[in-house]
Structure formats: structure tokens, C-alpha cells
């Protein structure tokens, strides 16, 4: 089976913090996506990417950034959190999206920004 | 704009008994539709996939329904068990342009004992 891992389920950082989530694919995956969860407004497309070194914004980049130096990994970064960056982070990979191939989510992480 | 409403928002059953979630899309031209369940504190899990062809598609005890006429499918649970609770996401994917698909907000089910 596909994995996607998460490197932190909980994170805790201090407002103006820089903040790296990580996500890792062991499937060859060519493509990866960033997605926040919130209450009442489901998965919400932050960053994606389809290939190594590049990067494609979703619906909601502002305040972000990510980095994909390696196939298998997809980084996220809060350049300087904010407590409205308060989330869970869904990190998902596809094999062929154009055909069909559904996602394969990570476990998420929960980040609180105080 | 392509949407994806699902409904009710919530809804809490007793278990044993079924019930039936809907998904109401304006995707176009449409590709296909997957139901994702996404258990509590976990990232979702595709159920199933439906693509314009198929009318019913069964996983054990679930079963989604696809009417792309009417641009409507259903996920009914049949016999719900404790392990059902859990948000139920309709995820709708169109073909050209952009493979990004559309999110629906997900319907959080609760089954009590």
C-alpha cells in the first residue's frame, strides 16, 4: 500500500515562528498536494506540486510556501505563523490524477499557533 | 464555478439502522466521483469511485449511487456499525484543464449504541 507520512501529528509554535511541515511519499508518486481542514469548510487546496522543483498554488497560498527538492518529498512552510493559520494539514499524493487515481492522504497534522 | 454540496451537515443514527448521505455537484464535463471516509483525528480514505458509466457501486456495507443527468449521488450505509462514525467526503473530478478535483465540506456521521 501507498504511505504517506506525516512527520508531526501535533505541533505547537509561537505566533511569527517559521514553521516546516514535512511529507513523505514511498510510492513514486509524481505529484503531491497541501490541503488545510477546517471546521465547516472540508479540505481547502493550499500548494500542490507535479514534479520535482515544481509547484502550482491552490486556492489559498497566501502566507505559505512549500518545496519539493526530492520526488517523494513535499514540504510546507508557514513563512511566519499566524494564530488564522490554526489547522489541521493534509498532505495527499496521486499517481495519474488525468486517469482518475484517487488520493492517498497522510495522517494530518494539527497545528496550533499561540 | 465547479461546487460540491453535500447534505444534511450532520446527522446522528442508532446503530443497526441505515442511512443515506447525498452529494450534489456542478462539474462539468464530468469525470468521476469518489467517496472518501475520514475517521477522526485521520486523513480520508477513498470508499469508492464512480465514473459516468456506473450507476451503483457496493463496498461491503456501503453502496453509491451516480446520476450524472441529474448531477446527484448518494452513499448509503446499510446496518451501521460504532466504526461508521466518522465525516463522509464527495470528492468530483471533471475532465481537461485542471486535474484538481472539487471538495465537498463532508457530512459527519454519528453512530451511537
Known amino acids: 500500500d501507498v504511505k504517506v507520512t506525516q512527520s508531526s501529528r501535533y505541533l505547537v509554535k509561537r505566533t511569527g515562528e517559521k514553521v516546516f511541515l514535512e511529507c513523505v511519499q514511498d510510492m513514486d508518486h509524481e505529484n503531491m498536494f497541501w490541503y488545510r481542514q477546517d471546521p465547516g469548510l472540508g479540505l481547502r487546496l493550499i500548494y500542490f506540486s507535479y514534479d520535482v522543483k515544481m509547484k502550482e498554488k491552490g486556492d489559498i497560498p497566501e502566507g505559505y510556501s512549500v518545496s519539493r527538492e526530492k520526488k517523494e518529498r513535499f514540504s510546507l512552510i508557514l513563512e511566519s505563523a499566524s494564530t488564522n493559520q490554526t489547522s489541521m494539514y493534509l498532505c495527499?499524493?496521486?499517481?495519474?490524477?488525468?486517469?482518475?487515481?484517487?488520493?492517498?492522504f497522510g495522517s494530518g497534522t494539527r497545528l496550533t499557533v499561540v | 464555478k465547479n461546487q460540491v454540496e453535500q447534505s444534511p451537515q450532520s446527522l446522528i443514527i442508532l446503530e443497526g439502522k441505515n442511512c443515506t448521505l447525498q452529494?450534489?455537484?456542478?462539474?462539468?464535463?464530468?469525470?468521476?466521483l469518489r467517496w472518501y471516509k475520514q475517521d477522526t483525528g485521520r486523513g480520508p480514505v477513498s470508499l469508492t469511485i464512480?465514473?459516468?458509466?456506473?450507476n451503483t457501486k457496493s463496498n461491503g456495507r456501503y453502496t453509491a449511487t451516480l446520476d450524472a443527468d441529474t448531477k446527484q449521488s448518494s452513499l448509503h450505509i446499510t446496518a451501521s456499525q460504532l466504526s461508521d462514525s466518522a465525516s463522509y467526503i464527495c470528492?468530483?473530478?471533471?475532465?481537461?484543464?485542471?486535474?484538481?478535483?472539487?471538495f465537498g465540506r463532508g457530512t459527519s456521521l454519528i453512530v451511537h449504541p
Open positions: 452529494c450534489n455537484y456542478t462539474v462539468s464535463p464530468f469525470s468521476n
Open positions: 464512480m465514473t459516468f458509466s456506473e
Open positions: 470528492v468530483v473530478r471533471g475532465t481537461g484543464g485542471s486535474y484538481i478535483p472539487t
Open positions: 495527499a499524493s496521486t499517481l495519474a490524477p488525468a486517469q482518475g487515481s484517487g488520493y492517498t
